[in-house]
Every structure is written in C-alpha cells, then in structure tokens.
C-alpha cells in the first residue's frame, strides 16, 4: 500500500483539526485552545456570539490566544461573514507574537494563497516557527511538503523523516500523533529518507493502528494477510481488517469481504462477504469492485460479474481485466 499522502486533503485535515472538538463556552474561557473553542461553538448559535464577543475584547488588547481565535472565526465564518483577509490580520498579530497554533494557520494561508498572496518559501519559515516550539500541526505539515516537494519546496526526505520523528515521538496521544506514526513508518518499510528498518516500522504501525489509525489499521492487516514482513496470520489479519474496514476504509473494506469468502482467519460467509464487498465497491474501490465480480461469478450470475470487473477493469485493475475477458469466452 502506498504512502497516503493527497496533499490537497491532508491540508484540509490539518486546517480543521478542531473539527469534532466536544466543548462549550465555559470551558474555554482561559482561551486554552482559541481555534478549537470556535469550531465547538459553530454549531451553538448563543455560544458562537459569546466566543466572538470574548475574542473580540480581548484581541484588541493585545491577547494572542484571542487574535488567533478571532482570525479561525473570521477564516470559518463563524459569528461574521468569512473574511480570509482579515482572518490573516488576526493570524499575524498572534503568530507575531509566538503563538505556534497563529503560525501554523498563517502558514497555512501562505501556503493556499488564501487572504495573502501565495507564497510557499514564507509559509516554509512559519511552519519551522511553529514545529520548532512542539506544534504537531506544523511538524506534520513539514513531514508532508519536504516528502512529496510540494508547491516548489525542494523535497527532502531526511528532513521529512526528521519531523515526523518529532511528531510521532509527541507525549500526548492524539489522532495526528498516530498519523504521523503511520506516515514514518512507510518510509522505515520503504528506507525512503533513513535506513529500511523493518521492525521500527512494525513497532510505528502497531502504535497508530491500536490508537484506531485506519490507514495503519489496514496495511497491519494486509501484511498479516499476506505474510509480508511478519509470518502469515489470518486472524489478525481479520482483526485488523474489520477494525479498518468498521471505519470506512474501502480497501479494508475488500479484504474482509474476501476473507470472509474464503472462509480465512473467520467462518466462511458469504452474505456478509458479498455485503463488505458492496460497501467496498460503492466507494468506488476497484479491488471492492472486482471482487464483487468474483462473488457474482462464482454465484452463477455472469452479467452483474460483468459490470463489476468492468467497473475495476477501467481503473485499471488488471486482474479484473483479464476475468472480465475469461468471462467473455464462455459459452
């Protein structure tokens, strides 16, 4: 499995990283975490009004937490209109001030050219500001850009390598920390930017897969399915799948259903194989699609294998292509 790094949504993931936050106006008085508290009062009218109220009294006086704060409401549109431009005022009054989360969103507007002119090399120097000071948002970040060379940053695995360390060797246990578990330990399979390293990178994946990582969740699977690296194991490799699988991950989502059709690591099953199948092929997962395929061929229905070897035939799934032929030479 490769690297899932899609640089345009792991933006957005790490822009919204408040998202799903479970406060209330009280308890983010002190501005304790100023983004996440007006992301948690978005969707409580009275608690956004009273947020915006605090940041706006307090950011004129000069309160770093509550400018960053105000420049997430102006940047989401929460308690105003959006306004990137002013977003990027607030921003830059707390990042001036050291604020590491003010740097990271800044960045982040430099880097999208989102209120401010586009401008990677300033965003480059904002996101070292923040990751320097621990910020995890910003060591991600810089783990994404000198991995992939994003947006004319030169690409630097080492470097790449060497923030990751830094987020994944954080004290608290958060969903980023496990992702970025998972992302350095695809370089440690791959030797990409240090020394392969096999069994660091068994030790990262476990990690971020326990703490419910679905990308690790799945390779974990796929390489006890498969024997690759570790003896094969098929139990684990089902627990695995179905723990990733449970969270949405297509890919995952294919292998159970073709565990449980062939009766590997559970009892065979073949309603609830063709219906993890399905969920797999409707996210329109080629592996889920040809597989589904299978199941409909080997249940005597030729024309609905047909369409799903189609399906994941034209994504370019070659064995999907040469079944789909197969099938056009029967009788």
């Not at 989401?76 to 977003?87: D, K, M, P, V």
């Not at 099953?269 to 997962?285: G, I, P, V, Y």
Request: proline fraction near 1%.
């Amino acid at each position: 499995m490769s690297i899932k790094i899609k640089m345009a949504g792991f933006l957005m993931g790490i822009m919204c990283f408040a998202a799903g936050a479970e406060l209330n106006a009280a308890a983010y008085a002190d501005n304790s975490d100023a983004p996440q508290a007006a992301e948690a009062a978005e969707s409580e009218a009275s608690d956004a009004e009273a947020v915006v109220r605090h940041y706006i009294e307090n950011a004129e006086n000069g309160d770093a937490e509550a400018q960053c704060g105000l420049g997430y409401c102006y940047y989401r549109g929460i308690g105003f209109a959006q306004n990137y431009e002013e977003a990027v005022k607030w921003f830059r009054r707390a990042a001036d001030q050291g604020l590491s989360d003010a740097q990271t969103l800044l960045a982040m507007c430099y880097f999208e050219g989102t209120g401010v002119a586009k401008d990677c090399q300033e965003a480059e120097k904002l996101f070292l500001r923040s990751a320097e000071q621990g910020n995890i948002k910003a060591q991600l970040m810089l783990g994404g850009i000198y991995l992939t060379g994003e947006a004319g940053i030169e690409a630097n695995p080492a470097e790449a390598v060497r923030w990751l360390k830094r987020a994944s060797e954080q004290q608290e246990v958060s969903e980023m920390r496990a992702y970025a578990q998972m992302m350095l330990s695809e370089l440690y399979f791959k030797g990409i930017g240090t020394e392969k390293n096999n069994q660091e990178a068994l030790r990262l994946l476990r990690q971020s897969a326990e703490f419910g990582n679905s990308d690790a969740q799945c390779k974990l699977a796929s390489i006890y399915l498969t024997g690759e690296i570790v003896e094969s194991d098929c139990e684990e490799a089902f627990k695995w799948a179905h723990k990733a699988a449970e969270q949405n991950d297509a890919e995952a989502q294919a292998m159970l259903g073709g565990l449980y059709f062939f009766g590997n690591g559970a009892e065979k099953n073949l309603d609830e194989a063709e219906k993890w199948f399905r969920k797999s092929a409707d996210q329109e997962c080629a592996l889920g699609e040809y597989m589904l395929g299978v199941y409909y061929e080997n249940a005597g229905n030729n024309d609905e294998a047909a369409k799903w070897y189609k399906k994941a035939a034209d994504q370019g799934l070659e064995d999907a292509a040469e079944a789909l032929n197969n099938l056009k030479k029967q009788p």
